[in-house]
């Protein structure tokens, strides 16, 4: 059925640079999906898609991925209404990955929206220190201004949280 | 021996939010790694990091990635001479990727440096068209300015590239 949405691969000029669409998924049928902040460009999260969640994305506008801990479709937002909705969809060279250029809604005024479970802005609220050889001790460094939301007030139990990793 | 780089997992909640790098390398022993710009945010490349690409890269600050093409490691300039210097490097919440926040050489006197081995700035130079059904008749749009560098002539034949897919 999925087949239908996309494109059959081409030559890898076509696929490379060309103006067809055929995604590359991998063995387990998915692609990487990397989504970033439309107006600053923060990378948010890091999560992948299926052909179904490709097409609903492309169809509805709204951010579909795939969770591959629960197995099955994820429109993210559908139980904390953190909905992502798309500016731009852009796919890479060989078409095994692609970018999400998104705004989600404010968390109230002058709060921006947040895309991590944890109730940080981004999944990536944490940096690796440079310059020495990396051991058990290496120590992350914070690098937002914490959490946006609570996780147990808009999830409930952990149970029920809408971004299983993933 | 990559073993003794970074900290045993602990528990989730130390995973997620704790102050140890304890990376979640998938079957083939990767993680996903996100390549953006570190002025303006551009999501430049996407590729994968073995365990000694990744201490590698912590303890150089400069981009090794593992090529899944040629299997082995892949400083990334090795050949055309574009390097990726780190300004930051940021792990997510369940540490299956990484974020690289990068400056590159510039190629001329305002031409910016050029991450995708297609000689464009970005290797997610073209964009879908979103609100309709996707079909294989879908037409993909360029959002970049075109080839910032001739591949024929930084990486020779075809098969010398420096950027396999990936």
Redesign the interface.
């Known amino acids: 059925m999925t087949d239908?949405?996309?494109?059959?691969p081409g030559s890898k000029a076509e696929i490379?640079?060309?103006?067809?669409?055929s995604p590359k998924f991998d063995a387990d049928g998915l692609v990487?999906a990397?989504t970033?902040d439309a107006d600053?460009?923060?990378?948010l999260?890091?999560a992948h898609m299926d052909a179904r969640a490709?097409?609903l994305t492309?169809?509805t506008?709204i951010a579909h991925y795939y969770s591959r801990s629960r197995g099955k479709l994820w429109k993210k937002g559908e139980e904390s209404g953190h909905f992502q909705t798309?500016v731009?969809?852009?796919?890479?060279?060989?078409q095994?990955?692609?970018?999400l250029r998104v705004r989600m809604p404010a968390l109230g005024p002058g709060v921006p929206g947040a895309a991590?479970?944890?109730g940080?802005r981004s999944?990536?609220?944490?940096?690796?220190?440079?310059?020495?050889?990396?051991?058990?001790?290496?120590?992350?460094?914070v690098?937002d201004e914490g959490r946006l939301f609570d996780p147990a007030k808009v999830y409930g139990a952990p149970k029920k949280t809408d971004t299983p990793?993933?």
């Open positions: 239908s949405f996309f494109a059959s490379e640079e060309g103006e067809r669409l990487t990397v970033v600053d460009g923060t990378v999260m890091v490709l097409a492309i169809e506008g798309l731009e969809l852009r796919v890479d060279c060989d095994d990955a692609v970018v991590c479970h944890t940080h999944c990536f609220f944490r940096s690796v220190p440079l310059g020495t050889a990396p051991s058990p001790e290496l120590k992350l460094a690098n990793r993933f």
